[in-house]
């Protein structure tokens, strides 16, 4: 059957089809992962890709991953593609082959169809995407704001076999399990990983026994075809012109000086230009934010301009066509430290968003929280007695919001993981039986976000505390810089900016910047309080509405 013959109906029926496969791979990802980043934090995503490696369904997961993983799939077509065989399985996290950074391990299938040697015939691939709690380098948790090179983050593999023909590369593995901290959890995820693929590539062959190779290979095209079609209409439907904007991060990961990001947003017809030369050149610490981060970012904003119901996949990234020369910081030359290249992501995003509302006014919205805190540590479980890493991640308040497509304003959500980034707090309960870490406070912060008609979200503040014995810690937060809060938009007042405050057993504050690594011993605490969101619109008459 030819795409010119696969009438609508089957295509809709073939299509969510797929996108359900997604997302029973994400199901089976997480119920078979080890670490709580996966199982609990749901720090991961699953998609589909056509036999060029192109994106075709990918579930709603996470979206600094959106789009990404097609060119690391690209990049395993490429190097490998004559020796592909069935049963092979590759690994790729290396963020200057396609990858973010190298704590994103992506794990991908190829699917053959055929029955024999002479008839086998790629259909296209499955792939995961998962956060391993650790893969190696310096630090616990792989990252640091500090990292100078991409060697100082871990273990970094382009694309090779994880398994080959069904079989585990058993020296891969064990390279793997000699350079990581918990090499009991990474090695269990990485094959809770291949089993989703697997139970992917099940899901797809069933497909192809109901409906045929051909249909399915077809809705693979056009797939493609529709979220371009929808893509290029809902812009069409927006005025043409041209806007921009900037924002800043604090510093440059390692002590440096603010570090500028710059975005111009020009839209002709059905046509999106984003054009971010203006940024701030590739700098010495670990925000550099490579190419598939960027892109990832870009595609979120056509999502949010257009119709978020617009199925994710390339073909929406045809209309829009991105400036980003290499050396900068949104798309850097190796051996550039890529580790905490989220903080950039978030910013990255608010810098879009905002150009996107000065363009487009009935699209403005108030600033999100991008500070994005994490904590990573190395100490003994209580629970197996082994050796653990431990990460927390925070969100803040996303911003208030006016009226659109006769839809009333809102105010902006309390305590979420914003823009690029959907996951959720580790349980308080998850974090003292697995690890030798307390949690003393976790409660949202009243007055953080910012006031108006559409008030910004609320913050949290969490305080933790080391128990048991002393370990490495690793922090890092943004937007401790007042100057660069969350912004209130059409007359809203701003959010509030993040503190971040550590102290020693006996109570005093150490004098640590936003980004570091510390040893803290048994008794220390870390407080950190998230900034809330900017509200929309001026105070209503007679008085504001109140914060939670």
């Known amino acids: 059957m030819s795409s010119a013959r696969l009438d609508p109906v089957t295509f809709e029926v073939l299509h969510a089809a797929l996108l359900s496969v997604t997302d029973e791979m994400g199901a089976a990802l997480r119920r078979s992962s080890y670490s709580p980043i996966i199982r609990?934090?749901?720090?991961?995503?699953?998609?589909?890709?056509?036999?060029?490696?192109?994106?075709?369904?990918?579930?709603?997961?996470?979206?600094?991953?959106?789009?990404a993983m097609s060119l690391v799939t690209q990049a395993i077509l490429d190097r490998h593609g004559p020796t592909i065989r069935p049963g092979d399985v590759f690994i790729a996290n290396h963020p200057f082959v396609g990858g973010a950074h190298t704590p994103d391990v992506n794990v991908i299938r190829p699917v053959f169809i055929g029955q024999k040697r002479g008839s086998l015939r790629l259909l296209g691939f499955t792939g995961t995407v998962a956060h391993q709690v650790d893969f190696g380098g310096r630090n616990p948790g792989t990252e640091g704001a500090d990292n100078t090179q991409l060697y100082q983050e871990g273990l970094v593999l382009p694309p090779v076999r994880l398994y080959e023909r069904g079989r585990p590369v058993a020296d891969l593995f064990a390279t793997i399990a000699a350079n990581v901290r918990d090499p009991v959890s990474t090695l269990a995820d990485l094959r809770a990983q291949a089993a989703a693929c697997l139970a992917g590539e099940r899901r797809l062959r069933e497909l192809v026994d109901e409906s045929g190779s051909a249909a399915v290979a077809?809705?693979?095209?056009?797939?493609?075809?529709?979220?371009?079609?929808?893509?290029?209409?809902?812009?069409?439907?927006?005025?043409?012109?041209?806007?921009?904007?900037?924002?800043?991060?604090?510093?440059?990961?390692?002590?440096?000086?603010?570090?500028?990001?710059?975005?111009?947003?020009?839209?002709?017809?059905?046509?999106?230009?984003?054009?971010?030369?203006?940024?701030?050149?590739?700098?010495?610490?670990?925000?550099?934010?490579?190419?598939?981060?960027?892109?990832?970012?870009?595609a979120f904003l056509l999502k949010t301009v257009t119709d978020p119901l617009i199925p994710q996949n390339d073909g929406a990234m045809r209309a829009v066509e991105i400036v980003c020369p290499r050396g900068g910081v949104l798309n850097p030359d190796p051996p550039a430290a890529v580790s905490v290249r989220h903080l950039t992501c978030q910013r990255l995003a608010d810098v879009l968003l905002t150009a996107a509302g000065r363009l487009w006014p009935e699209l403005a919205v108030g600033a999100s929280f991008v500070g994005f805190f994490s904590i990573m540590a190395e100490g003994t479980s209580p629970k197996t007695g082994r050796q653990v890493v431990m990460q927390d991640v925070v969100g803040g308040g996303t911003g208030g919001h006016g009226p659109r497509d006769d839809r009333p304003g809102d105010d902006g959500l309390d305590a979420v993981?914003?823009?690029?980034?959907?996951?959720?707090?580790?349980?308080?309960?998850?974090?003292?039986?697995?690890?030798?870490?307390?949690?003393?406070?976790?409660?949202?912060?009243?007055?953080?976000?910012?006031?108006?008609?559409?008030?910004?979200?609320?913050?949290?503040?969490?305080?933790?505390?080391?128990?048991?014995?002393?370990?490495?810690?690793?922090?890092?937060?943004?937007?401790?810089?007042?100057?660069?809060?969350?912004?209130?938009?059409?007359?809203?007042?701003?959010?509030?900016?993040?503190?971040?405050?550590?102290?020693?057993?006996?109570?005093r504050r150490l004098p640590l910047p936003s980004k570091a690594t510390v040893h803290l011993q048994p008794g220390s605490t870390v407080t950190i309080t998230t900034g809330g969101g900017g509200a929309w619109g001026g105070p209503r008459v007679g008085g504001t509405r109140p914060n939670r």
Request: hydrophobic fraction near 35%; charge should be negative; glycine fraction near 12%.
């Open 40 to 67: 609990e934090m749901q720090d991961y995503s699953c998609a589909l890709f056509d036999d060029h490696a192109r994106l075709v369904a990918q579930g709603d997961f996470i979206p600094a991953q959106l789009g």
């Open 218 to 298: 077809a809705t693979f095209r056009l797939a493609l075809d529709y979220a371009e079609r929808r893509t290029r209409d809902a812009l069409a439907a927006l005025p043409d012109g041209r806007a921009e904007a900037e924002g800043f991060l604090d510093d440059d990961g390692a002590g440096g000086p603010p570090t500028r990001l710059h975005a111009r947003v020009a839209k002709s017809g059905e046509r999106l230009l984003v054009d971010l030369s203006g940024s701030s050149p590739q700098v010495r610490g670990g925000i550099n934010n490579p190419w598939a981060s960027t892109r990832a970012c870009v």
């Open 417 to 507: 993981d914003t823009y690029m980034s959907n996951v959720a707090l580790l349980p308080v309960e998850v974090c003292e039986t697995e690890y030798p870490w307390r949690i003393t406070r976790s409660e949202l912060v009243p007055g953080s976000g910012g006031r108006g008609l559409h008030r910004g979200g609320a913050g949290i503040r969490r305080t933790y505390e080391v128990v048991g014995e002393a370990q490495q810690v690793v922090l890092y937060c943004e937007q401790t810089d007042p100057r660069f809060r969350p912004r209130g938009a059409n007359g809203g007042a701003d959010g509030s900016p993040t503190s971040l405050v550590v102290r020693d057993p006996r109570g």
